[in-house]
């Protein structure tokens, strides 16, 4: 059982940045690779990045590389998305969850067995 809590969304303008956190419970933390999602309305929620539990791999949607980074603390139990040079098309539910494995390119939600509540990120132009 793990249990994910995002925070750090809110309302920036474009080009600004912002820093999600998600903190994870339970002792498994560092047994599951950790992703970020995201979903606007009206629309089907998309992979946005993943990072291994070691912190060694890591992947990116296309949208977003080189503008986002994500990482992970396993001391804290928490992993972050530091989102950069933010335009209004990222404005979104961001959500974090939890994969057994390595990652991998493999982006579909239905990979992700725990997830955290959302947070939302509004960019405005």
């Known amino acids: 059982q793990v249990q994910l809590v995002e925070s750090g969304g809110g309302l920036v303008q474009a080009g600004g940045s912002l820093r999600l956190s998600c903190a994870a419970s339970?002792?498994?933390?560092?047994?599951?690779?950790m992703g970020w999602f995201r979903q606007a309305p009206g629309t089907e929620r998309e992979f946005v990045a993943v990072?291994?539990?070691?912190?060694?791999?890591?992947y990116y949607s296309n949208s977003v590389k080189g503008r986002f980074t994500i990482s992970r603390d396993n001391a804290k139990n928490t992993v972050y998305l530091q989102m950069n040079g933010l335009k209004p098309e990222d404005t979104a539910v961001y959500s974090c969850?939890?994969?057994?494995?390595?990652?991998?390119?493999?982006?579909?939600?239905?990979?992700?067995?725990?997830w955290g509540q959302g947070t939302q990120v509004t960019v405005s132009s």
């Open positions: 339970g002792s498994t933390f560092s047994s599951y690779a």
């Open positions: 969850a939890a994969k057994r494995g390595i990652p991998s390119m493999r982006t579909s939600p239905h990979d992700y067995e725990y």
């Open positions: 990072i291994s539990y070691g912190s060694t791999v890591t």
